[in-house]
């Protein structure tokens, strides 16, 4: 018993949950390809897509430009 002092816990909830999902099948990737990437671009649509939906389903009520 002497390894659960190097046993680290951590809470990702449902969010960090759908987030690896949405990694694991290349949503991102996928969405990107279709729109069309420009470098000028600071995010990318895919990621954008990706952020909507965390923000819509964490019951967070603050609007996205809110976060930095």
Request: glycine share 10%.
């Amino acid at each position: 018993m002497s390894n659960l002092e190097e046993i680290e816990i951590k809470n990702i909830d449902h969010l960090g949950i759908v987030a690896g999902i949405i990694d694991s099948i290349g949503s991102v990737e996928i969405i990107n390809k279709l729109v069309g990437e420009d470098f000028s671009e600071k995010i990318s649509s895919g990621h954008v897509v990706k952020a909507m939906i965390l923000n819509g389903i964490g019951f967070v009520s603050a609007p996205l430009y809110m976060f930095s």
